[in-house]
């Protein structure tokens, strides 16, 4: 099944404490990204990559780090997470057709994240 | 920039009402393409139409459609005879065409919609 697998699905952590959220898409996909969602103001983007060793800041990429080595994987890392980094996370691939312009993104579950 | 508004923030209605989510954007490409997610309880978003900025034709899937007016920059969605398993939160979103092959997918706030019993 063409999928888009985000790990681990929730997580309650403290202030400061290192972790990652892991992302891994079976669809050879070129472009990933993560957003995050927060009430009231939808999903924006935290950071994206166009293929392996690409990768960009998105609209809030403030305290988050990504890594592009291999082409499957996308993880987000939260070198030092604070309180504010709660929120839901969506991780989301899509081929990059430049002929056929904007792609479907397939999304991942979720994984909400709590920062105490 | 991009900018995608939801006005509607919570909608509820009764079950085979028909409702209409609104959904107003801006954006100064002439290329673009809009979409409509839903996230339902379980959480996870579902795609449900994307179009282009050259398509203005309003589209039907079963009960649901889409009316896209770019003289007025909106992009309105309509569930016709609304059930209990349309409850969801329904996302619009805006992309350019800049980066070509990917792009960024600007959100709206997103709707919520319940349809009572």
């Known amino acids: 099944e063409a999928q888009v697998t985000q790990n681990p699905r929730y997580l309650i952590t403290v202030t400061g404490k290192k972790l990652t959220v892991t992302c891994s898409q079976n669809?050879?996909?070129?472009?990933m990204s993560w957003y995050r969602q927060d009430p009231g103001l939808g999903l924006r983007q935290i950071y994206y990559s166009m293929n392996v060793e690409v990768t960009d800041k998105g609209d809030v990429p403030e305290g988050y780090k990504v890594s592009r080595k291999e082409k499957r994987n996308f993880p987000l890392i939260l070198e030092s997470p604070s309180p504010n980094q709660t929120s839901l996370y969506f991780c989301?691939?899509?081929?990059?057709?430049?002929?056929?312009?904007?792609?479907?993104?397939?999304f991942g579950a979720g994984s909400r994240l709590t920062v105490l | 920039a991009q900018k995608v508004t939801q006005a509607q923030t919570e909608i509820s209605v009764v079950e085979k009402e028909d409702v209409t989510l609104d959904c107003v954007y801006e954006?100064?490409?002439?290329?673009?393409?809009l979409f409509w997610y839903k996230q339902p309880p379980s959480g996870e978003l579902v795609f449900l139409i994307r179009?282009?900025?050259?398509?203005?034709q309003n589209e039907i899937s079963g009960r649901y459609s889409w009316n896209f007016q770019k003289s007025t920059s909106s992009f309105n969605f309509t569930i016709t005879a609304s059930q209990v398993v349309d409850s969801a939160v329904y996302f619009c979103?805006?992309?350019?065409?800049?980066?070509?092959?990917?792009?960024?997918?600007?959100f709206g706030q997103g709707t919520r919609l319940t349809i009572n019993p």
């Open positions: 179009r282009n900025s050259f398509d203005e």
């Open positions: 954006t100064r490409d002439t290329t673009y393409y």
């Open positions: 979103a805006l992309s350019d065409a800049l980066i070509q092959g990917a792009q960024k997918l600007v």
């Open positions: 989301a691939s899509s081929p990059t057709e430049a002929a056929s312009g904007a792609n479907v993104l397939t």
């Open positions: 669809m050879n996909h070129e472009y």
